[in-house]
């Protein structure tokens, strides 16, 4: 991990780690006690945070940050996820960071587009 420690630049390199599939670097940006809430999963702890993260980065193939705002505790991203079997989807996120660390992640889509691919 580098020594980033404002929680904008933290979200910004975790973000483009996992969505390049450079799971490990991702990891070393997470607390052992993340929290994270989501339209399709919730969970708590570093392990499945961990593999909810590489399930949904096997079908991305790219992402374009869209807003990206921060303080000395929270980031708040918008961006574009491109995927394979999705679509293009409009993600919203929140992260509380602290030393270089992320403890929760919001996030929020329209979940519409991958209920419907996985009724199918």
């Known amino acids: 991990m580098t020594d980033m420690t404002k929680p904008l630049d933290v979200a910004i390199a975790f973000t483009e780690a996992w969505t390049g599939h450079h799971m490990a670097a991702a990891a070393e940006f997470v607390a052992e006690d993340v929290t994270f809430d989501g339209p399709m999963q919730q969970s ?24 990206a705002y921060g303080d000395d505790e929270t980031a708040l991203l918008m961006y574009e996820l491109i995927t394979r079997p999705y679509g293009t989807l ?30 199918a």
């Open 44 to 67: 708590a702890g570093l392990g499945p945070y961990l593999k909810g993260l590489a399930n949904l980065a096997r079908s991305v193939e790219g992402f374009r940050m869209i807003a």
């Open 90 to 119: 409009t993600c919203a996120k929140h992260l509380t960071i602290r030393d270089g660390k992320i403890h929760a992640d919001r996030l929020t889509f329209d979940s519409h587009l991958i209920r419907t691919a996985q009724a």
